[in-house]
């Protein structure tokens, strides 16, 4: 077995295992492979192990990968936070966007989202830990935006997206994840179609999972240390 393959199936292992711990079903959370720096031959060998669900976090380098990887029938996630000019390229090229932070970004996604593929998966992402440095809507304007969102012809609104506060205080990132199943509860309470909680990382998916998270977004866990110079056929970060 492969690094790659032995990371990955250790990564569902843990998954199963936490979700066998909370009451759960394994199956009710996905895997989506966060694939930021890593090359097109770390993702084809992840795929041949079984992964087809990627995210990626730039869209120049994501971008170069959905190209290299055209033969494969991936689904591909933009999980980085979302410039206005950057919009309709990601609307085209990919299946899903967990960033939507604003109504301008919400817009310009649904008018760019060519007729001829499905409306674009979505989620609203949520600052959940207060950080100014992250992307997110206070967790008491989430529901705002939503509303929003679920407006937008092109856009099919699928649940919150958020990236705490990386710590090592379990208690911390038990509060913070938390307030996202309640802001999630709270969304579906209030009439909002929702399937999809999108949080944990590698370091701390076993509480998010505990918490609720149907969606856990895992890249070093599989690929290893990141190379944050990314290789120059990756282009940039953009």
């Given at each position: 077995?492969?690094?790659?393959?032995?990371?990955?199936?250790?990564?569902?292992?843990?998954?199963?295992?936490?979700?066998?711990?909370?009451?759960?079903?394994?199956?009710?959370?996905?895997?989506?492979?966060?694939?930021?720096?890593?090359?097109?031959?770390?993702?084809?060998?992840?795929?041949?192990?079984?992964?087809?669900?990627?995210?990626?976090?730039?869209?120049?380098?994501?971008?170069?990968?959905?190209?290299?990887?055209?033969?494969?029938?991936i689904e591909w996630h933009f999980i980085g936070p979302i410039q206005s000019n950057k919009t309709k390229l990601i609307a085209e090229n990919?299946?899903?966007?967990?960033?939507?932070?604003?109504?301008?970004?919400?817009?310009?996604?649904?008018?760019?989202?060519?007729?001829?593929?499905?409306?674009?998966?979505?989620?609203?992402?949520?600052?959940?830990?207060?950080?100014?440095?992250?992307?997110?809507?206070?967790?008491?304007?989430?529901?705002?935006?939503?509303?929003?969102?679920?407006?937008?012809?092109?856009?099919?609104?699928?649940?919150?997206?958020?990236?705490?506060?990386?710590?090592?205080?379990?208690?911390?990132?038990?509060?913070?994840?938390?307030?996202?199943?309640?802001?999630?509860?709270?969304?579906?309470?209030?009439?909002?179609?929702?399937?999809?909680?999108?949080?944990?990382?590698?370091?701390?998916?076993e509480n998010a999972i505990a918490e609720g998270a149907t969606m856990v977004r895992i890249g070093t866990a599989i690929f290893g240390p990141?190379?944050?110079?990314?290789?120059?056929?990756?282009?940039?970060?953009?």
């Amino acid at each position: 077995m492969t690094t790659i393959a032995s990371r990955l199936q250790n990564v569902k292992n843990r998954i199963i295992e936490a979700a066998k711990k909370a009451g759960r079903d394994p199956e009710s959370v996905q895997l989506l492979a966060a694939s930021k720096t890593n090359t097109p031959d770390k993702l084809r060998e992840a795929w041949e192990a079984g992964q087809t669900v990627f995210g990626e976090n730039y869209l120049q380098e994501g971008l170069v990968k959905i190209r290299a990887l055209s033969d494969l029938p991936i689904e591909w996630h933009f999980i980085g936070p979302i410039q206005s000019n950057k919009t309709k390229l990601i609307a085209e090229n990919f299946s899903w966007v967990h960033g939507i932070d604003r109504e301008k970004i919400a817009t310009r996604l649904s008018a760019a989202r060519p007729e001829s593929l499905p409306p674009l998966q979505v989620c609203v992402q949520v600052n959940v830990s207060g950080e100014i440095t992250k992307s997110g809507v206070d967790p008491e304007k989430a529901a705002e935006l939503a509303a929003f969102v679920s407006e937008q012809p092109r856009l099919q609104l699928r649940g919150i997206m958020a990236v705490p506060e990386l710590t090592a205080v379990t208690a911390l990132q038990r509060e913070q994840f938390q307030m996202m199943r309640e802001v999630y509860e709270q969304l579906q309470q209030q009439g909002f179609n929702l399937d999809t909680l999108s949080m944990g990382m590698s370091e701390d998916l076993e509480n998010a999972i505990a918490e609720g998270a149907t969606m856990v977004r895992i890249g070093t866990a599989i690929f290893g240390p990141r190379r944050y110079a990314i290789p120059e056929e990756l282009g940039s970060r953009q």
